[in-house]
Structures are given as C-alpha cells and as structure tokens.
C-alpha cells in the first residue's frame, strides 16, 4: 500500500472515530423516543423523570384535555402525577408508528404516534437545551 493510500486510510479512520464518538443532539433525543417505546415500568418512569427539572425548567403537561404546569418547588408533585397516571400501564409496550425529532438552536421536539393494546396516543415534546441538558418545557398527549 502506497503512502497516499495509508494517509488517506489514516484521515477516513480518524474522520470515522470522531464521528463514532460524536453524539448528536438529535441522538440524544432519540434516547428519550427508546424509553417511550420500551415496556413501561418504574425504572422507565424513573429515566425519563431524569429529562424534568421544575426548578431550571417549568414543564407544561397537558393530557386528554387536562393541563398544568411544574415549576420551581414542584418536583415531588410531578413526580406523582408521572407515577399515578402511568402506573395502570405497567408492562405496557409501545409500538412507535412514527416519530420526528426536529432540533433548532436550543429548542427541540419530539412527534409520535404510538400504539398498544389500548389504542393509538400522540405525543409531543418540547424541550429547552440548559447547557449540555435537554429539558422537557411541554408534554402533550392525546389520541
């Protein structure tokens, strides 16, 4: 193998590991879509609560018609409304029917329509990038 071809072998792997080791910020986010879709239990709630802080960022949830918000002060209280309204989906698996992630400065959404044996929900996140965290500002659900 001549030098030019070792050299530009050596650029193609370099180029490749960083981008290996680059994670996106739409990647990040597709990690908060794989807890939607993975069977619901406390540990998923748990993960997922990880994408809330009240006290950073208020965080708006509206579902089936009802809506509140979270701010400062408020981290047990949606932590409750998180268990006691997911907890009757335990064991739950969602299939994801489709997903958009969009990612624009600082501010993302998330788009699904997901289905169990329960029927079709639509979500949708927004969220607000506080330094390296992306944070839920809004949570819609609905059919």
Avoid at 51 to 74: K, N
Avoid at 91 to 101: A, E, H, P, Y
Wanted: no cysteine.
């Amino acid at each position: 193998m001549g030098l030019t071809a070792l050299v530009t072998l050596g650029i193609g792997l370099l180029w490749w590991g960083a981008d290996a080791l680059i994670v996106t910020d739409e990647e990040r986010l597709e990690a908060l879509v794989d807890l939607a879709t993975s069977p619901l239990d406390g540990e998923v709630i748990t993960a997922a609560a990880e994408w809330t802080d009240p006290g950073r960022q208020p965080v708006e949830v509206s579902a089936f018609g009802m809506s509140r918000v979270y701010g400062a002060g408020s981290e047990e209280d949606l932590a409750a409304m998180g268990r006691s309204s997911l907890s009757p989906y335990y064991g739950t698996s969602f299939r994801d029917l489709s997903r958009s992630i969009e990612v624009e400065d600082d501010h993302g959404a998330i788009s699904m329509r997901l289905m169990s044996d329960q029927g079709m929900v639509q979500v949708r996140v927004q969220l607000v990038k506080h330094g390296d965290d992306w944070l839920v500002a809004q949570l819609r659900v609905g059919r």
